[in-house]
């Protein structure tokens, strides 16, 4: 099974509240990953979680965090939404060196 | 940083037509990338169309191709024969051999096949 689960699928959140997302595997993938995707632009990475080992992108180092309380789930935690966090959010593994990530379905976040 | 360019879309092709998807890559950080198609069908999530990690070599899945040229700094994407179920879009990336990295992506390019 390939599968990335993602909750929820659609999230409408108020401009000043938190957001948090989740993502899960159970392919015992070492790797989790976040993605932003904007309507016209690419997906870009926000961090990834190797093992219990954070790495957040450095131009969007202050805007997301995130936990991983165990190997399967990872989750997207947005401290206080404004309205450019409206975006599908892309969660991906991935298990060894420049392997294949496998990406959940996407939650799509509308802050209003 | 490292960056991924592709065709630019809407790309509208009819059945049984061939079809060709440009990708060049830029990466400062790494000297051989991995690189990788990925694509979105209707309704669905990304999902890997195929990959290669060795410069020089050829990828291909459900009749999809593609080259890493090193020279050019090129993966296009090619299929000699479209059907209507190709209809998705195409995202090119590019990942950094080390462990554990992010992938780059072009902005992705919408194909719809018209039978």
């Known amino acids: 099974d390939t599968t990335v689960k993602q909750n929820p699928r659609y999230k409408l959140a108020r401009v000043g509240k938190p957001v948090n997302l989740i993502c899960s595997q159970t392919?015992?993938?070492?790797?989790m990953y976040w993605y932003q995707k904007k309507p016209n632009q690419a997906p870009k990475l926000l961090l990834f979680?190797?093992?219990?080992?954070?790495?957040r992108e450095a131009d969007t180092f202050e805007k997301f965090q995130s936990s991983r309380p165990n190997n399967s789930f990872c989750s997207l935690y947005i401290g206080s939404a404004g309205l450019e966090y409206s975006a599908m959010y892309l969660c991906?593994?991935?298990?060894?060196?420049?392997?294949?990530?496998?990406f959940g379905p996407g939650t799509r976040l509308l802050v209003l | 940083g490292d960056s991924v360019t592709q065709t630019e879309g809407p790309v509208t092709v009819s059945e049984s037509e061939s079809l060709i998807i440009n990708c060049t890559y830029s990466?400062?950080?790494?000297?051989?990338?991995?690189l990788f198609w990925y694509v979105r069908y209707p309704g669905e999530g990304l999902q890997l169309l195929l990959k290669?990690?060795?410069?020089?070599q050829k990828g291909s899945s459900r009749g999809f191709e593609a080259t890493y040229n090193k020279e050019t700094t090129s993966f296009h994407l090619q299929k000699a024969s479209v059907q209507e179920s190709d209809s998705a879009v195409y995202y090119c990336?590019?990942?950094?051999?080390?462990?554990?990295?992010?992938?780059?992506f072009g902005l992705g390019t919408r194909v719809s096949v018209f039978p």
């Open positions: 392919m015992n993938h070492d790797t």
């Open positions: 979680y190797y093992d219990k080992i954070l790495n």
């Open positions: 290669v990690i060795t410069a020089g």
């Open positions: 990336a590019l990942g950094r051999n080390n462990y554990a990295q992010g992938l780059t």
């Open positions: 990466a400062t950080s790494i000297a051989y990338p991995n």
């Open positions: 991906a593994s991935s298990s060894g060196r420049g392997d294949t990530q496998y």
